[in-house]
């Protein structure tokens, strides 16, 4: 059996090509968190109509983006920033704050330990429990946030875990946060897709809490990851102030711009999405139950956890038996406090999730 020879990330199809010579049109992502449905339909029928936008250049205050964003997020628009993608909103943040020392909720995404290093600072990772499903224990977290730390550093539903902080909790976090002088990112990749993402999105709390900012983008949820568009919601105008005056101008192209419009007003795309994943995801989560050589854990986003229980297989295996079928799973081992048992793997179309299901219950009997 070809072992991989590295980890691959769900934008990584080229790679996948050249290794096991399966051509990237034939790979489903499993590993990519993407909406299944593809883009709004709304979007494919009136963005090609737009075209001649391009002949002139983005306002550069992109009030009207702003405006229809902060419909989308129930928030002030004076409170929102735009950038090309979160992955700028981030960088910008931590080149303004500098952290010197960062504490990050993990197992979680790797690129915030990255910008936090590139800005000149060091970060500690708080672990997320297995034994508690990776939920977080606001409790324990207080004792370790201390004023030694200046950035707290929370994925909101996390990936990969698929767990969530619920935004009373969140609200305790602010408030610690705020006492011992640490700033809080939160970022809300996923949150959209929870089945009632009222109970933890923080966009609410930006209002009354000036150290916090949120970051969203229209990667997952929006399946656009080539539009490079993301936003941040902050209650802190001198934040916002720094923000704008260290990005580059028109970072977002007219086209981008006049897509985020139309895709946040696109309520039947939004609401089939919903409908789509809550469905997936409790079927999914059920199959997985009864398999008893794996531990499931609930998932809140559109993907989930899973550990292999089966001694004699690692995820290492999975990815190799699945890809072999067109079919792309994250193999876990590269975040951290997790290791070759865990994989993660977002719903597609129901047809695709019962074929890789089949394929690991198959493998796991």
Same mark, same amino acid.
Request: net charge negative.
């Given at each position: 059996?070809?072992?991989? !020879? ?14 096991? %010579? ?15 449905? =593809?883009?709004? *339909? ?15 250049? *983005? ?44 504490? #990050? ?13 590139? %800005? %000149? ?11 508690? /499903? ?46 011992? =002088? ?8 996923? $949150? ?20 916090? #900012? #949120? ?10 990851? =080539? ?30 711009? #006049?897509? =985020? ?16 994943? !809550?469905?997936?995801? /409790? ?14 854990? *609930?998932? $809140? ?34 975040? *951290? ?27 796991? !009997?």
């Amino acid at each position: 059996m070809l072992t991989p !020879k590295e980890h691959f990330h769900g934008s990584d199809l080229e790679k996948i090509e050249t290794i096991y %010579g399966i051509k990237k049109e034939d790979i489903t992502s499993f590993s990519a968190n993407v909406n299944p449905l =593809g883009i709004s *339909p709304k979007l494919r029928a009136e963005l090609a109509g737009k075209i001649d936008a391009i002949t002139g250049y *983005p306002d550069r205050e992109y009030t009207s983006l702003r405006k229809c964003i902060a419909t989308y997020v129930h928030a002030d628009m004076e409170h929102i920033v735009v950038g090309n993608g979160s992955t700028e909103l981030i960088s910008l943040f931590i080149q303004i704050t500098h952290p010197k020392k960062a504490l #990050i909720i993990g197992p979680t995404y790797s690129e915030y330990e990255r910008e936090i290093s590139l %800005g %000149g600072g060091s970060s500690l990772y708080y672990r997320l429990e297995e034994t508690d /499903d990776f939920h977080l224990n606001v409790e324990d977290l207080k004792k370790e946030l201390t004023a030694e730390f200046d950035l707290l550093v929370i994925c909101n539903p996390n990936n990969p875990t698929s767990s969530a902080i619920p935004l009373s909790d969140m609200r305790k976090i602010l408030d610690i946060c705020k006492l011992r =002088g640490i700033l809080c990112m939160v970022d809300e990749t996923y $949150v959209e897709f929870a089945e009632d993402m009222t109970q933890i999105t923080a966009i609410s709390l930006a209002s009354y809490y000036n150290n916090i #900012i #949120i970051l969203r983008g229209i990667s997952k949820f929006f399946a656009a990851p =080539g539009l490079r568009l993301g936003y941040a919601v902050c209650g802190n105008m001198d934040m916002l102030k720094l923000l704008n005056q260290r990005k580059n101008p028109w970072t977002i192209n007219t086209l981008a711009a #006049i897509a =985020g419009e139309i895709m946040f007003k696109d309520e039947e795309y939004i609401s089939q999405t919903k409908m789509l994943i !809550k469905q997936e995801r /409790d079927r999914i989560y059920d199959m997985l139950s009864s398999c008893y050589n794996v531990r499931v854990y *609930p998932p $809140v986003a559109n993907f989930v956890l899973v550990k292999i229980l089966k001694e004699s297989v690692t995820a290492s295996d999975l990815f190799d038996a699945a890809i072999r079928k067109g079919l792309m799973i994250r193999d876990c081992s590269t975040f *951290p406090f997790l290791d070759q048992k865990f994989i993660r793997f977002c719903f597609m179309s129901p047809e695709k999730n019962t074929e890789l299901m089949n394929l690991l219950l198959e493998l796991l !009997k």
